[in-house]
């Protein structure tokens, strides 16, 4: 009978010890997972914060001379002068402009 | 003092108050062609053929025959003529393209009258259906303000088709919309009181007309576009001329392609304002000129769904002078 009750007794030690390990073990597990998972948010802001470096691609103007180019005929383009009187328009869009 | 300049692919414009009340325009075609002489027999010929002519000599001895004078030649000889531009801005297929519109745009827009007199010069728009790497306006507007102040010239760039809405819309409070029409592209502004809300251009203009007659007729670019310019045709409508036929039939296209880039572009834009009352769609430009253009692209604009109330499909009073004439408006306001 005493036997009995010591092994009863031995068993539940061992399943009571088992399950609490078994606790301790998932609880740690998720400790450090939420450890891993603050840090990963730690440095995402860090990483999207980051500016974007980019060079400067816009074409470079370079001096264009043309001056090897020696002017022989007749002039350039044909002229024609029309009544239109501009001024109304400039003041009109001038007060737009303001506004 | 202020003037007005329209760099456009086709045309580059000049404009001036030279009194008041009064504005003198300088045409020019934009257009080169090179002769290069294999003998100093042919130097000799060839200089004494180019008489009347506008052209200039280069160090290596070749010829390069400027404007319409360029055009007639290459016509002559079964060729086409070059473009120091491509599609609105400096153009990267031609390696003197630069040099012979430095030299053009210097000679067109002369010396200032004062030092830093304001020139305000037009650019493209971003097209809205090409994605092109050599498309760059930035890099054309440097170039251009680079030349222009080395002349003296106080030089600042403006959009084409706002350039176009001031020229045009005054009567409107300057509300609208305008298109200009050039070879290279169409540019498109809508206009809410003086401010520009939406600017984008498309790719496709006089010069793909041209090009796809050219094509289908076996003909050279310059031969459809001389025949263009000169004959008649009515677009949408038959003609005995097979190139008039092709370039009637290629407008009509055209025009339905631009409407519905149009639609497409506008349709829930962001940018766009409520306007409350039905608005002026402005149309200027080479392109424009053709006959039956204004009605067709009226039609066009209402059957491919043109989200915007219109009110009317009018041209500008002067389609070829309208963009250089808002460009010197900007000049004297600036």
């Known amino acids: ?99 | 003092m202020a003037k007005g300049l329209d760099v456009g692919t086709s045309f580059i414009v000049l404009a001036e108050e030279v009194a008041k009340g009064k504005v003198k325009y300088k045409d020019f075609r934009d257009a080169f062609y090179v002769i290069k002489p294999t003998t100093p027999i042919a130097t000799k010929m060839i200089e004494k053929g180019l008489a009347g002519k506008t052209f200039v000599k280069d160090a290596d001895g070749s010829f390069i025959i400027l404007g319409k004078d360029a055009i007639e030649k290459a016509v002559e000889r079964n060729d086409s003529a070059k473009r120091p531009m491509y599609k609105g801005v400096v153009s990267s297929k031609e390696k003197d393209a630069r040099r012979i519109l430095t030299y053009i745009l210097k000679e067109v827009a002369g010396a200032p009258s004062e030092p830093n007199e304001k020139l305000v010069f037009c650019v493209p728009a971003q097209p809205i259906d090409q994605e092109d790497e050599d498309f760059d306006v930035g890099y054309h507007e440097d170039v251009i303000v680079k030349l222009l102040s080395e002349v003296g010239f106080a030089a600042r760039a403006i959009n084409e088709a706002e350039a176009l809405c001031y020229s045009e819309l005054e009567n409107d409070d300057y509300t609208g919309v305008s298109l200009s029409w050039g070879a290279g592209m169409v540019n498109v502004c809508v206009m809410l009181n003086g401010e520009p809300v939406v600017k984008f251009s498309t790719t496709k203009s006089g010069d793909w007309v041209d090009r796809m007659a050219a094509v289908a007729t076996g003909e050279t670019d310059s031969v459809v576009q001389a025949e263009k310019e000169n004959g008649d045709f009515t677009i949408g409508q038959p003609n005995d001329n097979q190139v008039l036929a092709a370039v009637a039939s290629y407008y009509d296209r055209l025009i339905d392609y631009t409407t519905k880039q149009l639609a497409s572009a506008m349709d829930g834009h962001k940018s766009l304002p409520k306007f409350k009352d039905p608005l002026p769609v402005v149309v200027a430009g080479g392109t424009s000129k053709a006959k039956g253009f204004v009605d067709l692209f009226a039609k066009k604009l209402e059957e491919n769904g043109f989200p915007l109330p219109v009110k009317e499909v009018r041209h500008a009073a002067d389609p070829l002078h309208a963009v250089a004439r808002g460009c010197l408006i900007a000049a004297q306001v600036m």
């Open chain 1, 1 to 99: 009978m005493i036997d009995s009750v010591i092994i009863a007794t031995n068993l539940l030690l061992y399943v009571t010890a088992f399950i609490l390990g078994y606790t301790i073990g998932r609880i740690r597990q998720n400790v450090d997972g939420q450890l891993t998972e603050t840090s990963g948010v730690f440095f995402k802001p860090e990483a999207k914060q980051k500016k974007l470096v980019k060079i400067d691609e816009k074409k470079f103007v370079t001096e264009v001379s043309a001056d090897t180019l020696q002017k022989k005929g007749k002039d350039l383009g044909t002229n024609v002068v029309i009544e239109d009187n501009v001024n109304s328009a400039v003041s009109k869009l001038t007060l737009l402009k303001k506004k």
